[in-house]
Every structure is written in structure tokens, then in C-alpha cells.
Nanobody, 120 residues
Framework: QVQLEESGGGLVQAGGSLRLSCAAS????????MGWYRQAPGKQRELVARITSGGSSNYADPVKGRFTISRDNAKNTVFLQMNSLKPEDTAVYYC??????????????WGQGTQVTVSS
């Protein structure tokens, strides 16, 4: 059994910062890519950022230069540092991790979601 636990969401004014964390626990053989998605009311879910096990990362255009994804492999944790936040960043943010639990196939695991609200 694998579980992802998210934390760090909240309410912030435009221009402020938040840091999201997501820790994986349970039966884990290895973790490949990790990342963050978000979904705003009335909109489709979109990829925000992703990072490989080796530390290579990429970002969606709206967050480039403002958000930074990182990970701590020893703690099975991925972070999202969110700076210069805008009202359009308001959404529920979901952590995702590609995990091989027993050296077989790789599965996608999702966090429960954390609300980020940016006021203008």
C-alpha cells in the first residue's frame, strides 16, 4: 500500500509565497517521476511541474520563473516552491508520483489535494 500526504496549502495575497510538500510512504521499491497538477473551478486539470529521479525538471508556461520543483529522495518527498503568486494560481493542487512498489510495473499515485487560494 502506497500513500501520498500533501501539506502547505492556504490563503495568500497576490505576490506572496507558499511551499507545498508531498511525502510518499508505504511499500516502495523505487520512485521515478514526481510532480504537481492543479485544477481550478470550471477548468481542466493541468500539469504544473514535474521532476525526474535524477533532478531534471520542467514547468508549464504560466508558472515558469515563479515556481520551483525539487525533491528529497531520501525522504520520498517532492516540494513546490510558489513565488509571486497570482489570483489565477488559485486551484486545488495534487501531487503525483510514479512508483514501482515491488520491482514490477510502475503505477501513478495521487495525493488528496491541497487548496491554494490567492487573493487580489
Amino acid at each position: 500500500q502506497v500513500q501520498l500526504e500533501e501539506s502547505g496549502g492556504g490563503l495568500v495575497q497576490a505576490g506572496g509565497s507558499l511551499r507545498l510538500s508531498c511525502a510518499a510512504s508505504g511499500t516502495i521499491f523505487s520512485i521515478k517521476d514526481m510532480g504537481w497538477y492543479r485544477q481550478a473551478p470550471g477548468k481542466q486539470r493541468e500539469l504544473v511541474a514535474r521532476i525526474t529521479s535524477g533532478g531534471s525538471s520542467n514547468y508549464a508556461d504560466p508558472v515558469k520563473g515563479r515556481f520551483t520543483i525539487s525533491r528529497d529522495n531520501a525522504k520520498n518527498t517532492v516540494f513546490l516552491q510558489m513565488n509571486s503568486l497570482k489570483p489565477e494560481d488559485t486551484a486545488v493542487y495534487y501531487c503525483i508520483a510514479d512508483i514501482t512498489p515491488r520491482n514490477t510495473r510502475t503505477y501513478d499515485y495521487w495525493g488528496q489535494g491541497t487548496q491554494v487560494t490567492v487573493s487580489s
